[in-house]
């Protein structure tokens, strides 16, 4: 119980300090580096330490800066929420106890930092494409560098090659739609995005994230289509437009996340591929 809270809190702070990264990643942002004070974008009022605790001074504050009143966006708290939940997830994924965790060997402690790196860099990608559909490269190549570098370092001496080549496997497909469409169906930030997602859950269930987050963006699309069909109706809305640029990286990452945590035989096949 301690060791869950412990962690749920430490992702709130993780959390906070990706939105920062989010912000700041943006060339456009005033405020170079990550490591200049926290301000209100509108008013510019310095940010006191009692302004910065995670999801608390939102709730607290009412969504609101305290200088100006202008509202502040809930992107703040759901990050910080999700990254909670996602390291409590990684660590019961790993069946951590308090005791396991005090008497942890050095290669556990480095698996667990390697996965939570491993999801901040996702979190980050997902929201940065949402807002301005775009990836951001430096965090897409820390993601497929860490994970092409911690599969090589943990199969040393028996290394795989399939898994190896799950990597380009994945991305080829993504490079070449890319490529034909050029750039017009996906982004080329995407075929680097699977290049990571095959190095960092391997071949089968890299396939499987990529099917299980086209599965879940077509589901999505439906229901936006049906959306703007009732919008049309209502005489409200004239001018709603579904944007037919819709960002695929939140699927494909979504997908990644859900395969890692619950190993999903979404294609069937991994019975066949054990048995070679
Ligand atoms: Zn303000």
Known sequence: MYLSIFIFLLGLVVGSFLNVVILRLDENYPIKGIMGRSHCPNCKKKLNWYELIPVFSFLIQRGKCRGCDTKISWQYPIIETATGLIFLLTVYSLQFTVYSFLNFETFEYLNLLYLFTI??????????????????????????????????????????????????????????????????????????????????????????????????????????????????????????????????????????????????????????????
């Open 119 to 276: 999801f901040s860099t996702l979190i980050v990608i997902t929201v940065y494409d949402i807002k301005h559909k775009i990836i951001p490269d430096s965090m897409v190549f820390l993601f497929a560098g860490l994970s092409l570098l911690f599969m090589l370092v943990t199969q040393w001496g028996n290394l795989i090659w399939f898994e190896v080549l799950a990597g380009p496997i994945l991305a080829t497909p993504f490079a070449v739609l890319w490529l034909v469409s050029q750039g017009r169906w996906i982004g080329f930030g995407d075929a680097k995005l699977t290049l990571g997602i095959g190095w960092f859950l391997g071949l089968v269930d890299g396939l499987s994230a990529v099917i299980l987050s086209f599965w879940i963006g077509s589901v999505f699309g439906i229901f936006l289509i049906i959306l703007s069909h009732l919008q049309s109706l209502s005489f409200i809305n004239k001018n709603f437009t579904i944007k037919s640029e819709i960002p695929f990286a939140p699927f494909l990452i979504l997908g990644t996340i859900l395969i890692f945590f619950f190993h999903w035989d979404v294609l069937g096949i991994k019975l066949l591929v054990l048995n070679l």
